[in-house]
Nanobody
Framework: VQLQASGGGLVQAGDSLRLSCAAS????????MAWFRQVSGGEREFVAT????????WYADPVKGRFTASRDNEKNLLYLQMSILKPEDTAVYYC??????????????????WGRGTLVTVSS
């Protein structure tokens, strides 16, 4: 599967932004999906994950209550709605897919496919 994230940009603190991730192929609805982020020189950090159906999601503590992951399996799209953005949310955001969806997975090495990232910059 090929993934492509989009929707990043420059926003001010307190603003909202929605990221999208388009997936190719006809098996998107079977994958667990996730969002990670990475600042320059840093490790890839877990942000959110959502199960195949979209009914179950899990968030990293720094974004809990501010970010919401969702998906549209008919359109092969994954979303990350980000609100009350903070300067520390500045990063390149990546979407990822995992073939096996049995548990909640928050480590980057647990995901099989990655898209090219999209840069989110939050100014203070």
């Amino acid at each position: 599967v090929q993934l492509q994230a989009s929707g990043g940009g420059l926003v001010q603190a307190g603003d909202s932004l929605r990221l999208s991730c388009a997936a190719s192929g006809d098996t998107f609805s079977t994958y667990r999906m996730a969002w990670f982020r990475q600042v320059s020189g840093g490790e890839r950090e877990f942000v959110a994950t959502i199960n195949w159906s979209g009914y179950s999601s899990w968030y990293a503590d720094p974004v809990k209550g501010r970010f919401t992951a969702s998906r549209d399996n008919e359109k092969n799209l994954l979303y990350l709605q980000m609100s009350i953005l903070k300067p520390e949310d500045t990063a390149v955001y990546y979407c990822a897919a995992r073939l096996s969806d049995i548990n909640v997975y928050t480590r980057s090495q647990e995901y099989d496919y990655w898209g090219r990232g999209t840069l989110v910059t939050v100014s203070s």
